[in-house]
């Protein structure tokens, strides 16, 4: 499965580090200063399980004359047209230019796929400019950070679809169809998320040492891949294991297997932790396994705050369920403990499972699917705008001061997860209970359970 992909954009908004990033080697240059002269660079990328072609083009200059940037400019262009899909790259803090418009017009009518970025988004500064790329009619834009690696993910998870076609198009040399990345009304529009044997459900399986995540996988895979067990130093060399869980194709990373590998070095504890929040940016779905005797450890609190800030979907499994004598009164403090230790996870599921004898496993697979199809979710413009009009009217804003805040409207500008953005007045005088009121109508009104729930609001004056 091969393919290639040429990283366009002006000059000085990331295309090097980028590169670097897919590259994993120092090869391409990375300057300051705009105009750095430099040829098309080629390297062998690789993003999950994809391998691709990258080519990183010389800036994309607007010059039309026989000087170096004529040049580089007719280069780029040759990039662009030998490339199956283009990732254009704008700069999220200095926002949309006008040369950022004049090569989206250009790659709109020369490019076969285009994959719009916005880089330098890490923290905050780049929040308008990640809005404001929408204007350049090419779709959601990934938020990107090459600098720091962010974004990385969905940088894959929206190469997958396409990786597939290319696949299907070379086997069958079939004309050219677009890939709809534009789509940002229709609700529940995209199938294309749905796991398949080429893009399996990636869950993560997390918890302190001997909750039970390696039980638990060896059940799901139906064999005894993983090695269980109190001894120590049991070593594993793969990360991750694809599987059928009940139907659905899933990739699972064995955080249990990197970690029986850490005993040897006697750092457990502390490397338990990192493999889990390494383990947490791979995955869609986090599943946070408990052991039911010793529920809500500090160690699994830090992950599951962990997965909720980096917007995955998670599910709570309480495991060793067998074990348990009284198991409604048991249930009853997991609820109350997950409520008030986890306030950040509202609303995100809890199972019990027993992962020795597998009773609970069908539980835990329809968590996971509904957890995961919740994150993809979209809500149309229309409905949400309807929304927000009962829910302003039901419970008005505040007015300090005597002027009311308004709520405008609202749109969704991003799934996994779900993220939406009001547009209003006064937003500094927004209180953050009226924001939880919000997230929570959204999260209950709309049905989404176990996903983070992004609320931005935009300031209109
Ligand atoms: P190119 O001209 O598009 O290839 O851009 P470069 O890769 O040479 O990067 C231009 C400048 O932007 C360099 O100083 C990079 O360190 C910086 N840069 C690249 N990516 C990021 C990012 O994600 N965040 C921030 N803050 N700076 C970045
Ligand atoms: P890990 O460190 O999280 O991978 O945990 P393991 O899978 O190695 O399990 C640790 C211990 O808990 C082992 O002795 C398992 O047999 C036991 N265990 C795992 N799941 C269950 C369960 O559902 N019920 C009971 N009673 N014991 C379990």
């Not at 004598?325 to 027993?354: C, I, W, Y």
């Amino acid at each position: 499965m091969s393919f290639t992909l040429a990283i366009v954009g002006r000059p000085n908004v990331g295309k090097s580090t980028l590169f670097n990033r897919l590259v994993g080697k120092r090869l391409a240059l990375v300057d300051d200063q705009p105009g750095v002269t430099r040829d098309l660079r080629e390297g062998q990328a690789r993003l999950g399980h994809l391998r691709f072609i990258v080519v990183d083009s010389a800036g994309l200059e607007m010059a039309e004359d026989d000087s170096l940037q004529g040049r580089m400019r007719r280069l780029t262009e040759r990039a662009v047209d030998e490339a199956d899909v283009c990732l254009f790259v704008i700069d999220a803090r200095a926002g949309v230019t006008a040369a950022d418009e004049y090569f989206a017009d250009l790659l709109r009518k020369r490019a076969k796929h285009v994959i719009l970025a916005a880089n330098k988004a890490e923290g905050r500064a780049g929040e308008g400019g990640l809005l404001e790329a929408y204007s350049l009619g090419l779709g959601e834009p990934l938020r990107l950070s090459a600098e720091h690696g962010e974004g990385m993910d969905e940088l894959y998870h929206v190469l997958i679809p396409m990786a597939e076609q290319f696949e299907a198009q070379n086997v069958q040399q079939a004309p050219e169809t677009d890939v709809d990345v534009s789509d940002d009304e229709g609700e529940d529009d995209a199938e294309n998320w749905r796991p398949t044997e080429a893009n399996p459900l990636q869950i993560a399986v997390i918890g302190r040492p001997n909750a039970g995540k390696s039980t638990l996988i060896n059940k799901i895979i139906g064999e005894d891949r993983l090695l269980t067990g109190p001894e120590a130093g049991i070593t594993r060399d793969s990360i991750s294991v694809t599987t059928n869980f009940m139907g659905t194709p899933m990739r699972i990373f064995d955080t249990a297997g990197m970690r029986k590998k850490a005993r040897v070095v006697e750092k457990l504890e502390k490397l338990s932790v990192a493999d889990g929040l390494r383990a947490v940016r791979f995955a869609e779905v986090v599943v946070v396994l408990l052991d039911v005797e010793i529920p809500f450890e500090q160690q699994d609190l830090r992950i599951a705050d962990f997965a909720e800030t980096e917007g995955r979907a998670v599910v709570v499994a309480a495991n060793k369920w067998d074990l348990e004598e009284d198991k409604p009164q048991k249930l009853n403090e997991l609820r109350e403990a997950f409520e008030r230790l986890l306030p950040q996870l509202r609303g995100a599921p809890l199972v019990t499972v027993s992962a020795r004898t597998g009773k609970g496993l069908d539980r835990l697979h329809n968590a996971i699917i509904k957890a995961h199809e919740v994150w993809n979710r979209r809500v149309s413009t229309a409905r949400l705008n309807q929304w927000l009009g009962a829910m302003t009217e039901a419970h008005p804003p505040p007015a300090p001061g005597g002027r009311r805040i308004r709520l405008r409207y609202m749109t969704q500008v991003k799934t996994r997860p779900p993220a939406f953005v009001v547009m209003a007045t006064h937003t500094d005088k927004l209180p953050d209970s009226y924001q939880r009121y919000l997230i929570n109508g959204l999260r209950q009104d709309f049905d989404m359970p176990g996903t983070p729930i992004r609320l931005t609001f935009r300031d209109q004056g």
